[in-house]
């Protein structure tokens, strides 16, 4: 008859196989998943990692880096600073346009590039309150345009050219009021024209409406 030390060794060495068994089988089961969750979503070529946002953090946990897809169609990817505010933008909207954004880190727009209707570039400047004062794009049609804002974002010189390419300047006051405009017509007839507080207006040639 079996000893009682002999019976706790048996049952001990059996303990021992089954935390083997168990760990072994813990181990494997958590492979699986990790596989599982790298492998593609629906039908793909290659491996791939797919995700609807992918956030990537520094040693500190915090965020650097951020690429989401929205269901709206918008997706981009954005760069944090070491504090984790948003700085950089690249994406593309909703109507299909590309955009390339910088920011303060308040937030506040110092520089976008936007392409619209895929021909259209657009390219804005801001001052550190997120203000306008500089743009200058290309139109749809054609036409292209540059304009100077004040420190209120109001434009106040503002240079194009139309779809032939005859190039014009407008200079505008504060309130908004057109005070000098110098013009080449696609015929290549040169004009201007400059308006004074009080309503007087010089034309040059006098014959400009």
Excluded at 165 to 185: E, H
Aim: glycine residues 14%; proline residues 5%; negative net charge.
């Amino acid at each position: 008859m079996e000893s009682l030390d002999t019976r706790l060794e048996l049952l001990e060495r059996r303990c021992r196989r089954l935390q083997s068994v168990t760990f072994a089988a813990l181990a494997l089961g958590a492979l699986g998943v990790g596989v599982a969750l790298l492998r593609p979503m629906g039908p793909s070529e290659g491996g791939e990692l797919v995700a609807s946002r992918l956030t990537l953090m520094d040693s500190q946990g915090r965020t650097r880096a951020t690429l989401s897809a929205q269901e709206g169609g918008e997706g981009g990817l954005v760069l944090h600073d070491t504090q984790g505010r948003a700085r950089a933008l690249l994406g593309v909207d909703a109507s299909g346009s590309p955009r390339l954004r910088f920011a303060t880190a308040e937030g506040a727009m110092l520089a976008e590039l936007t392409v619209y209707s895929e021909e259209a570039p657009r390219l804005v400047l801001g001052n550190n309150g997120g203000t306008e004062f500089f743009s200058v794009g290309l139109m749809p049609d054609g036409s292209s345009r540059l304009e100077l804002g004040d420190e209120n974002g109001r434009p106040r010189a503002i240079l194009g050219a139309d779809e032939h390419g005859a190039p014009g300047l407008l200079l505008v006051d504060r309130k908004g009021q057109p005070r000098a405009a110098l013009r080449v017509s696609p015929k290549d007839d040169a004009s201007l024209v400059l308006e004074g507080q009080d309503g007087e207006v010089f034309r040059a040639p006098s014959s400009v409406q």
